[in-house]
Structures are given as structure tokens and as C-alpha cells.
T-cell receptor
Framework: AQTVTQSQPEMSVQEAETVTLSCTYD???????LFWYKQPPSRQMILVIR??????QNATENRFSVNFQKAAKSFSLKISDSQLGDTAMYFC???????????????FGQGTRLTINP | GAVVSQHPSRVICKSGTSVKIECRSL??????MFWYRQFPKQSLMLMAT?????????EQGVEKDKFLINHASLTLSTLTVTSAHPEDSSFYIC???????????FGSGTRLTVV
């Protein structure tokens, strides 16, 4: 079974600073996706970024980027120029492939509560 | 983008009554939907997987007779909490699988309070 571990329950940084959230996972699968989801106070889950395991290039989305280390099974999220709106709970998640109906479970980490201070 | 509409957003019910939560996929067909439960300051716990036209698959430890899931169409899945008790109070979230490996799209959640 797959497991996802986020070892930082809470983090806090000043606005405009850069922050990195860590995530490690354990799997025997070779093909999978990794995701970072954001859950703001509204509790709506929002996809931040995704990474396909077969791609060596790290995914980036504007101020968000990942450091994907497949051999180390590490998937950290870097937020640059942090903004007050980035304050949220962040979840790392794993989904194995291939996609078969009913088999695409998302396995979540415990979450990291990130606070951006003005 | 693909949207899942979840209703109600909040519900308060008395102990012993049943509550139905609906999730509808808008502008796309969701053959598979997932139901999660989230306690305060905790992660999402998968309760069950619902597939259109077939019985739901429940995770270990989830009472299938208490949490009834129906996925009668490609756009609607429902979760009914039967004979609710205060310990069933929680935040429930549904999600649908997107094609192309985009992961999930999530409903906005339902806060259930049983008094």
C-alpha cells in the first residue's frame, strides 16, 4: 500500500518570502502521479500542481514549483514570493497508474498548515 | 473547468434522523466518485468509491449500512447518513476523477452537525 508523509504540521513565513513544504512517499509502483492540493479556510480543495512520475523535469506553475526526487521518493513544494492568499492547508497526494475504473484512489498526506504573515 | 456541485453546504440534524448529501458533476460525466470525511485539522479520509450503476466499494472500517452511497447516473452520486449520531458530525467531501491524469475535482464539502 502507498503511504504519503508530510512531516511539517505547521509552517509560518512572512509575505514575499519563499517557503518549501516537504513530502515523502512510499510505493512499489513505477508509474504514478503526485499532486499538491491547497485547502484554504473555505475548505474547497484546489489543485496546485501535479507531477507525472515518468517525467524527470520538475513541474512549475507560476510561483509554485516542485522538487521531485523519484529515487528518494521525495516531492517538495516551493512557493516563491508568498502571498497572504497562500495561507491554507496543503496536502501532498499520490495516485497510481494505470487509470482503471474504480482504482484511482488518491492517497493523502497528513497536511501542512501554512500561514503567510503580513 | 470540470466542476462538482455539492449540496447542502451545511446541515444540522437531530440524532436518529437521516441526511442526504448530493454531488453532481457539471459539464462532464463522472463514472467514479469518491467520498471523503475530514475531521478538524486533519487529512481527508476516504470512505468509499462509488461507480455509476454498481455497488459502492467501502474502505475498511466504514459502516456501509450507515453511510449509504448511490450513484444512479453519470452525473449524480449521493451519500446518505442514516440514523445519524453526534459522532457522525464531520465535514464530508465528494470528488470525481478527471480524465487525462488531472486527478480529482472536488465538491465544496458539507458540514454535518448532529445534535
Amino acid at each position: 500500500a502507498q503511504t504519503v508523509t508530510q512531516s511539517q504540521p505547521e509552517m509560518s513565513v512572512q509575505e514575499a518570502e519563499t517557503v518549501t513544504l516537504s513530502c515523502t512517499y512510499d510505493t512499489s509502483e513505477n508509474n504514478y502521479y503526485l499532486f499538491w492540493y491547497k485547502q484554504p479556510p473555505s475548505r474547497q480543495m484546489i489543485l496546485v500542481i501535479r507531477q507525472e512520475a515518468y517525467k524527470q523535469q520538475n513541474a512549475t506553475e507560476n510561483r509554485f514549483s516542485v522538487n521531485f526526487q523519484k529515487a528518494a521518493k521525495s516531492f517538495s513544494l516551493k512557493i516563491s514570493d508568498s502571498q497572504l492568499g497562500d495561507t491554507a492547508m496543503y496536502f501532498c497526494a499520490f495516485m497510481k497508474l494505470p487509470i482503471i475504473q474504480g482504482a484511482q484512489k488518491l492517497v493523502f498526506g497528513q497536511g501542512t498548515r501554512l500561514t503567510i504573515n503580513p | 473547468g470540470a466542476v462538482v456541485s455539492q449540496h447542502p453546504s451545511r446541515v444540522i440534524c437531530k440524532s436518529g434522523t437521516s441526511v442526504k448529501i448530493e454531488c453532481r458533476s457539471l459539464d462532464f460525466q463522472a463514472t467514479t466518485m469518491f467520498w471523503y470525511r475530514q475531521f478538524p485539522k486533519q487529512s481527508l479520509m476516504l470512505m468509499a468509491t462509488s461507480n455509476e450503476g454498481s455497488k459502492a466499494t467501502y474502505e475498511q472500517g466504514v459502516e456501509k449500512d450507515k453511510f449509504l452511497i448511490n450513484h444512479a447516473s453519470l452525473t449524480l452520486s449521493t451519500l446518505t447518513v442514516t440514523s445519524a449520531h453526534p459522532e457522525d458530525s464531520s465535514f464530508y467531501i465528494c470528488s470525481a476523477v478527471l480524465t487525462g491524469g488531472d486527478g480529482y475535482t472536488f465538491g465544496s464539502g458539507t458540514r454535518l452537525t448532529v445534535v
